[in-house]
């Protein structure tokens, strides 16, 4: 691993097909107020005209290419080519305010000893602004438990130390939709993740090419909690929700593939639900 340079910021820009809104997202980042940074772009295979817009930022960004492998092998590529003490990941549909990366370089430098932390966020869909639910409300510290029914972590809206990824591991690569949601779950479950109170961070929604929109997360939620689990990680009371939530999203996602006709698949899912009791899973 590359040598950290001290308070250097690496940002980390995985795109596919994304040109239309990649360059509101990499002219949000060169407009930041911190320096030190480096900013890295990983086109996942882009086959749209991607290559040409970033010809525009030759002498400002460093751009990384791979056949596409999804957005957890471009993000992993880029976090292990860089070289900045401090990670910040953007994806390639939102947008930073301009002092976003400043605040939380400031909070480090405040706490040494945490290793993560986010903003708070402003919602856009379909170009209007929304406000999130009370569900998706942020809470600052050891957030496991709360983390476990649906993903309180934005990666746009994180920044960490970049040694946080040799105690807890890199993006799952075999996860096609919620691979942040199971890294923030491991390092959750040991390490607080702080919020910063302010609204760093300009997060995009409703379009059509949104990874969430053609995969059931759920599935993969499931497989995230049964990881971590089998690992024999979690304290006692970490492992007593992880069970209880498992069960909930193993018969919901179980009886959802048998109204779909996925007998098979249904069939294994409330096997699952069966063998969870309230202390952990049966096996």
Known sequence: MKKMEENLVSVIIPTFNRAWTLKNAIDSVLAQDYKPMEVIVIDD??????????????????????????VSGARNKGIKYSKGEFIALLDSDDAWEKNKVSCQVDF?????????CQTEEIWIRNNRRVNPRKKHKKPSGMIFNASLELCLVSPSAVMMRKKLFD???????????????DLWLRISAEHPVFLID??????HGGHKDQLSAFHSQDKYRISSILNLIHGKTLSKDQEKT??????????????????????????????????????????
């Open 108 to 116: 480090f430098k405040k706490n040494p000893h945490a290793l993560i």
């Open 167 to 181: 105690l807890k591991g890199y993006f799952n690569e075999e996860f096609p939709v919620c691979e942040d949601y």
């Open 242 to 283: 992880a069970a209880k939530v498992l069960k909930e999203k193993c018969f919901i996602y179980g009886n959802g593939c048998l109204k779909r006709g996925k007998k098979q698949e249904g069939n294994y899912y409330l096997g699952l639900y069966n063998s969870v009791s309230g202390s952990g899973l049966q096996v």
């Open 45 to 70: 295979g882009s086959t749209d005209n991607t290559k040409e817009l970033l010809k525009e930022y030759t002498d400002k960004i460093q751009v990384l290419t791979q056949p596409n492998k999804g």
């Open 198 to 203: 302010i609204p760093g961070t300009i997060k």
